[in-house]
């Protein structure tokens, strides 16, 4: 029978074992083994479904532990807290080729939108049917759109591109981006481009920043529309992760919600380490701790970049920021801490909870209500087509160069959740400096409402005029202040990631966006899957490999055209800047 949401654990997991009546290793049975799974993010969902299909794991020996009354973890959508509104904590693009690890998941999910599809061929050809197109990418002062094919790298600056792209990982241990590049740099549309799409800062980790540049380059001729851009149909929960999570129960996976795990204990001995006991909590109550077996594995998820969410709503802002002490408090931060204390090669988790200030992003969701069931468009959506000439879902991101706030606003394809109702439109936006007064709310981000962060954006669109009442009638804005949703990208040094499956480890494994994966690229669906395949083909000894990363820098097709693109040669038609339209 499909699994649901479970309260209590199989006996093998709470009944007490001496360490010296431990078996010698696993059994190479797949049916004596019972997994557990620490986070219900994207990282452990794939991980469940790989021990099923090339393990053969039975799924009802698989466990996932979730601190979350919901399994998705980063990769939300939904209902704001008081149903007045939708929102999302963050958004996703994909491409054809960088994310091959999540189309192989997806390849054998069966999609809930399109009976007899996967949820790959629902991202692939909606992708086809609704291509990206962006007529207003980067939009200067007075909402002037302009030729943003026109990269504008300083000569200098790029000459250090050059040498950053070849340059062996170990000589850039603890830089920052700006310290590679001069103060030109970051005033060119190339990082204005950068900056918004992938969310980097200056001061973030320049290995990070260098992976980017190998990873998408192929994208870089693409950068001024965004061209090479897929989406699916709806938002990443309803697309991705609710046809994944049922799949996963119909097969018989047990879920069990508000799980907190405290602690892990480790045996060590000169040739290997073992988890042996796993400490958690149901809803705040102790639980009886679940031993494990050698014949067991225990995959653990850790930190979390949207730890410590904080979410506010169209006439409250989402409150102070927090302290470093309240995120490292977080059960995916405070489970890695605890454990990292134990062994010196399983990370350095303050590295990236440590400093929420210069990891912080604050994202809002705007939910307009068309004024009767017949019109084609709410006001607001109305003009905001009109302005960008692009339909939602064909534009990708409009950054608005000249505000503080770091402001961009992304209009999906309509309608964005699967409950969506006719009357509804939604599109989604956010800020890379909330600490930063705003340019026409002149207040700082945080301190906004939803309310007064939808007049900052129709300011930046230049539609605050004698319609501002119009536009802004029947829409619902609900802010979500995210402490770490950059904290992948801290500057870091080797050793403060530990690796998927240490040196020794008979029969655990660590997943998500703070391991160690050689030229994986955080802050994408693809690394946190890429770390599940890792974890359960290793411990497994499944007989395929892990789904190859994308190696387009060695194209030298794909390198000439990204030249080319840097150099101001790539032959795209320059275009004068464009005013905004004239309000009737």
């Known amino acids: 029978m499909p699994a649901t949401e479970t309260s209590s654990l199989p006996a093998a997991a709470t009944q007490p074992l001496a360490l010296d009546a431990l078996p010698a290793a696993r059994s190479a049975d797949p049916a004596a083994v019972h997994a557990y799974i620490v986070g219900g993010g994207i990282a452990g969902l794939a991980a469940a479904a790989y021990m099923i299909r090339t393990a053969s794991v039975p799924p009802q020996n ?16 939904n209902h704001s807290p008081d149903g007045k509104g939708y929102l999302m904590r963050g958004g ?29 061929d629902d991202i692939w050809e909606f992708s086809s049917q609704v291509p990206t197109d962006a007529h207003a990418r980067l939009v200067e002062a007075d909402a002037v759109k302009i030729d943003s094919s026109r990269l504008g790298i300083p000569v200098r600056d790029v000459a250090r591109l050059s040498e950053l792209l070849v340059a062996p990982e170990s000589v850039l241990d603890g830089v920052r981006i700006n310290d590679f590049f001069t103060a030109d740099f970051f005033e060119s549309n190339f990082w204005f481009m950068m900056r918004s799409t992938f969310a980097f800062q200056p001061w973030h980790s320049l290995i990070e920043f260098k ?18 851009v897929w989406r699916s149909p709806y938002n990443q929960y309803d697309s991705i992760i609710k046809p994944l999570v049922k799949q996963l129960q119909d097969q018989g996976v047990q879920f069990v919600y508000g799980a907190r795990v405290t602690n892990i204990e480790f045996e060590v001995t000169q040739k290997e380490r073992n988890a042996y006991r796993v400490h958690w909590e149901k809803d705040s109550a102790p639980q009886p701790a679940i031993e494990l077996r050698r014949t067991d594995v225990l995959f653990v998820t850790l930190g979390s970049m949207t730890a410590a969410s904080q979410i506010g709503a169209d006439d409250r802002a989402t409150g102070p920021v927090i302290s470093a002490a309240d995120g490292q408090s977080d ?14 090669d399983f990370g350095h988790p303050d590295v990236f909870c440590g400093r929420p200030a210069d990891s912080m992003f604050l994202s809002y969701t705007t939910t307009l209500r068309k004024p009767s069931p017949d019109a084609a468009h709410h006001p607001l959506m109305a003009r905001i087509i009109e302005w960008s000439a692009n339909e939602p879902g064909t534009g990708a991101l409009v950054t608005f160069k000249a505000s503080r706030w770091g ?40 301190d906004c409402t939803g309310a007064e962060m939808l007049r900052e954006t129709l300011g930046h669109f230049d539609f605050l005029d004698a319609q501002e009442g119009e536009l802004m009638k029947d829409s619902i804005t609900v802010p979500s202040l995210l402490p770490y949703t950059m904290s992948e990208f801290m500057v870091r040094r080797a050793g403060d990631r530990p690796q998927v499956v240490p040196q020794g480890a008979s029969n655990f494994a660590f997943m998500g966006q703070y391991v160690e994966i050689p030229e994986g690229v955080v802050f994408t669906v693809d690394y946190s899957i890429q770390g599940a395949q890792i974890a359960v083909f290793k411990h497994f000894k499944v007989a395929r490999e892990v789904t190859p990363l994308y190696h387009g820098w060695r194209d ?7 030249a080319r693109a840097i150099l101001g040669l790539n032959g795209t038609p320059a275009a004068a800047p464009t005013a905004p339209a004239s309000s009737q």
Not at 62 to 68: C, N, P, Q
Not at 420 to 429: A, C, K, L, R, S
């Open 62 to 77: 698989i466990t996932v532990l979730e601190s979350l009354k919901i399994a998705g973890g980063s990769m939300d959508g």
């Open 92 to 120: 996703r693009m994909f491409d054809r080729e960088a994310y091959a690890c999540l189309y192989d998941l997806a390849s054998e999910v069966p999609s809930l939108r399109t009976p007899g599809k996967t949820v790959k």
């Open 211 to 228: 992976r980017y540049c190998l990873r998408f380059m192929h994208e870089v001729p693409k950068l001024y529309n965004l061209g090479g």
């Open 331 to 344: 059960p995916a931060w405070a489970l890695w801490r605890e454990i990292a204390r134990k062994q010196p």
């Open 407 to 446: 402001l961009s606003v992304v209009v999906a394809h309509q309608p964005h959740f699967d409950d969506q109702p006719d009357d509804v439109e939604v599109f989604w936006g956010y800020g890379l400096f909330p600490d930063e007064v705003g340019d026409f709310v002149k207040k700082p981000m945080r």
């Open 556 to 562: 030298p097709v794909v390198v000439l055209e990204a």
